[in-house]
């Protein structure tokens, strides 16, 4: 078995965060801790290896090291400071930042999973009360070229502004369709939610809808970022065809 390879999240992961859920302390985790690293851990770490060398060809400046405490999160509370939290949390999110940066300050690619789901998107960063951050600045200050990538790409058509996931079930509302209206989002988070039940999650073909709409949404972690914002726009129309090549079959083809 191919520990490196993806293939898919199955659901003995969703049990294990339930379980947790239901059970957060030591003694339970430490029973289990065989499946957190076998069912959860693991697929993890491979769904981030996967998936990291075609983020690190659209950005350099995008940390892929599937490694806790930089891609994905610890499943363990930092109780230092707060002792009142639980010992766990029962949620494990990947992030793809700007490397180098806090995930609570910047932008992110990301993977929440939850006991009931996975959601795959764009996450403008933040802890500051809701309103409008530096990404609603730019696409106030490039209209034009905000509805351009939002008409390319049809991401009114094929996403949602997501709510929730670590502590209940995830809301979807629909995305506005011109720029204008996005200015007065407040602090969203966008992309799919997939429930646990849903086939394509438990299969290894998961890992090109990551890519997909990682692909699709990586313009929105650019609005957020960038410093020359129309040059590196052009080249990831330039580049986005090669780049969403199906994973699975372009590493069918390396075998």
Sequence with gaps: MNRDRFDGFSAT???????????????????????????????????????????????????????????????????????????????????????????????????????????????????????????????????????????????????????GGEDGKVTKWPLPKTARRWVNLEGFTVGEHFKPGDRIVARRAFLDVAQEIFLDLYPLWLFATSERLTADLELYRENAELLARPLTKAAGRMK
């Design 13 to 163: 992961l969703f049990q294990f965060l339930s379980g947790l859920a239901e059970n957060n302390n030591k003694p339970w985790f430490d029973e289990h801790r065989h499946e957190y690293e076998s069912a959860v851990l693991g697929p993890v770490k491979a769904f981030v290896a996967e998936l990291g060398p075609i983020l690190h060809m659209l950005n350099e400046d995008i940390e892929t090291e599937a490694r806790v405490g930089r891609t994905i999160s610890r499943i363990s509370n930092d109780m230092r400071f707060h002792k009142n939290r639980p010992p766990y949390r029962p949620v494990i999110y990947v992030g793809f930042s700007r490397r180098g940066q806090k995930w609570w300050n910047t932008a992110l690619l990301y993977a929440g999973i939850y006991p009931h789901g996975i959601s795959i998107g764009f996450y403008p960063g933040g802890h500051r009360e809701q309103g409008n951050g530096p990404i609603q600045e730019t696409i106030k200050r490039n209209l034009r070229s905000f509805q351009r990538y939002l008409d390319e790409r049809g991401i009114s058509e094929s996403y949602w502004e997501l709510a």
